[in-house]
């Protein structure tokens, strides 16, 4: 089993940055996709960033493209997400999650939370106007 928790969430005012962490065991991120997924209350979960397990390929949903940046630090077990430009809409539960197949899959798959394996708890952000 591969156990994923989130942090670096928490209240933060428009325009400001914060950083999330996807801590894994298990295995190590080197090893398999790792997204980044987030669901606001009332709608459903979408799509946010992937970062391929040879970290060659890197996705982001069109809402957050200049402003998130996905990454990871395979010494540390841990991939990041670093949210910068922060907009009240971006306010909602953040989950990461990892597909264990090292394969190489489409910009569709890796975008699809069905192609995920494993996910975290999620943690709480919050952007007030």
């Known amino acids: 089993q591969v156990q994923l928790v989130e942090s670096g969430g928490g209240l933060v005012q428009a325009g400001g940055s914060l950083r999330l962490s996807c801590a894994a065991s298990g295995r190590t991120f080197s090893n398999y996709n790792t997204g980044w997924f987030r669901q606001a209350p009332g709608k459903e979960r979408e799509f946010v960033a992937v970062?391929?397990?040879?970290?060659?390929?890197?996705y982001y949903a069109d809402s957050v493209k200049g402003r998130f940046t996905i990454s990871r630090d395979d010494a540390k077990n841990t991939v990041y997400l670093q949210m910068s430009s922060l907009k009240p809409e971006d306010t909602a539960v953040y989950y990461c999650?990892?597909?264990?197949?090292?394969?190489?899959?489409?910009?569709?798959?890796?975008?699809?939370?069905?192609?995920?394996?494993?996910w975290g708890q999620g943690t709480q952000v919050t952007v007030s106007s």
């Open positions: 999650a990892v597909d264990l197949k090292s394969t190489y899959k489409s910009g569709r798959d890796l975008r699809r939370e069905q192609t995920y394996d494993y």
């Open positions: 970062i391929s397990w040879t970290g060659s390929t890197i």
